[in-house]
DNA sequence: CCGAGTTAGTTGAACTTTCTACGAACCCAT
DNA sequence: ATGGGTTCGTAGAAAGTTCAACTAACTCGG
């Protein structure tokens, strides 16, 4: 008996388990996959491009999103799902790297500021043609407009899902509330 | 100005980018955060409850559907897209952990067989119920079956596409060429 | 058979993320 | 005002991933 069957056969879990039929199994296969796929290729695209990752170009595109290209170091943690000391990291690299500047809150002493520098924009801009063009060649543009919609609406109730049993995750998406 | 409008104006963009319209923003996001949203959940409740990575049970899986739970390391690293070096690092922890153990392989004396143990069947079995369940929890059951096949074709296509342009992609789907 | 080129896998260093602990500042009920 | 609880951000160590270099073994045209 090989695993393939007894990970699918209800027979031998011993508290059981409701198994995915087969069309489940495929379509969550083709979503793993065609996403692990995905997102490699456009973080590559963007390294290679530009020489930034993923995660970082959307620490640009939020900072880019405020009136004055700054957010608080926690805001940016809370909206990326990162920790904060990841976050203390990765902005200490891009500071480094000249596309942020940090700087001491006005109004709340222990907090500190990341601002996207000039250079930073600039880069965000270049980046945003890669970025995008990355996203429909790669995704928005291969798929029907029902079909691309009907993956919104799922992963739009997977979000709401998770975000009803962790109300922290909340700030991941913004003008949802 | 702020960003947002600039991102989506083709205005200020040098080499014209083709900006995503609201719709296919909206589904776009719902996408990035759903998916990331979800991955973290699906890791979390394997490492709480098995200490094992999202990746970690990947790979085992992979080794229970061959007929002796054996792999070679490269087999794992092509079916994961992960480099060689990786594999062999986290094969190294797994091993360290009773998981997994590794021997020369007979017929490529370059070679090296990873093979599933008892101990690392027994917690796959274990592990799987948590991740199927989470599965449809947080995923499967959420949404209609019409939606869900259309998520599953759109997938795909990205996967067919990126196949095409990288042909050393395909080892991330079996049954396939 | 030979040797150039390729493939398998490991190693250790560099880099990134996670984990833990911490100090400073805020909040607020007393 | 003050002291307990919380939040903010950082720092360094531990854990995991990437990168570059390397050895060994396979392949195959000559």
Not at 82 to 95: D, G, K, L, P
Request: with cysteine.
């Amino acid at each position: 008996m090989n695993a393939v069957q007894v990970l699918e056969s209800p027979a031998m879990s011993a508290p059981e388990t409701h198994w995915l039929d087969d069309d489940q199994q495929s379509d969550w296969r083709a979503y793993i996959v065609g996403t692990t796929l995905l997102l490699d290729t456009l973080d590559r695209e963007l390294r290679q491009a530009h020489g930034i990752s993923l995660g970082e170009y959307e620490i640009l595109v939020r900072l880019s999103e405020t009136p004055d290209r700054t957010l608080r170091m926690a805001q940016i943690a809370e909206s990326m799902q990162h920790s904060r000391s990841r976050v203390t990291h990765t902005v200490s690299r891009m500071e480094k790297a000249g596309l942020i500047s940090r700087c001491a809150s006005e109004t709340d002493r222990r907090g500190v500021e990341a601002k996207m520098t000039d250079a930073g924009w600039e880069l965000l801009v270049a980046a945003a043609h890669t970025h995008v063009t990355g996203v429909r060649n790669h995704f928005v543009d291969l798929a029907r407009p029902e079909d691309f919609q009907a993956l919104g609406r799922v992963m739009n109730a997977v979000s709401d899902q998770l975000v009803e049993e962790n109300p922290e995750f909340a700030d991941m998406r913004p003008g949802r509330d």
